[in-house]
């Protein structure tokens, strides 16, 4: 079975700083891995997706993600954050039959 | 920019009417997919499709129902809508084959059941 965890319901940065965005997975076999976005009103965007081409993937807007698998996590992250950031995350791991499995999302808030 | 298109955004409807919430991808995916949104909360997928006449049940219990008759469009009916069924629809299409493949999403359908 498949599942994904993300660690904070919250969180709130001032624009310029940096932002850590938390993403733990389960899976029994290698995993397909996405971050999406969601801005109020709107559909999901993705953001970048881990094709086990490489562990560091950029995505866009400045985003980037690792995957690491001993820790089974795949973190977003952005070294510097914009009002325009302001949206909910979702963390995504491919399922089996190719089912996407969403996490609970994150709200990121960004402060002037 | 995704080619994949729902249709109505918002739609307010009393209570035992029956609707349908398109969904049209312009993309040739094989795959569609329909996810449930309260506010706040995770995406629960509640109906699949591999492809032309071919439809699954999600993860999540649906009193709705889908169907594939063109490749292009996946509708979403509720026969009988309740206020219970107030939610935000999501569609989605990916390419068929490849756990590496994303999945592309519309812009959603807000639906409040009065």
Redesign the interface.
């Known amino acids: 079975a498949q599942s994904v965890t993300q660690l904070d319901s919250h969180v709130s940065v001032s624009e310029g700083t940096p932002v850590l965005l938390r993403c733990n997975y389960s899976s029994s076999y290698s995993p397909s891995l996405f971050w999406y976005v969601q801005h109020p009103n709107k559909g999901l965007q993705l953001l970048l997706k881990y094709t086990s081409a490489a562990t560091l993937v950029k995505g866009i807007n400045g985003f980037e993600a690792e995957f690491k698998k001993s820790e089974t996590s795949f973190h977003l992250t952005k070294p510097s954050a914009h009002m325009s950031d302001a949206a909910e995350y979702f963390c995504v791991v491919g399922g089996a039959t190719n089912k996407l499995i969403f996490g609970t999302g994150t709200l990121l808030a960004v402060q002037p | 920019e995704a080619d994949i298109y729902?249709t109505p955004r918002y739609l307010v409807i009393g209570t035992g009417k029956k609707i349908t919430l398109e969904c049209s991808q312009t993309m040739g995916h094989d795959?569609m997919?329909w996810?449930q949104q309260d506010p706040?909360?995770?995406?629960?997928?509640i109906h699949?499709s591999y492809g032309v006449n071919s439809t699954e049940k999600?993860?999540l219990s649906s009193e709705s129902t889908v169907s594939r008759i063109r490749t292009e469009h996946f509708p979403l009916t509720l026969e009988s809508a309740r206020p219970s069924h107030t939610s935000q629809y999501?569609c989605?299409s990916?390419e068929?084959?490849?756990?590496?493949?994303?999945?592309?999403?519309?812009?959603?359908t807000?639906l409040t059941v009065v």
Do not use: P
């Open positions: 729902q795959k997919y996810y706040g909360m995770e995406l629960h997928l699949y999600g993860d999501l989605a990916s068929r084959w490849g756990l590496n493949t994303e999945a592309f999403f519309g812009q959603g807000r």
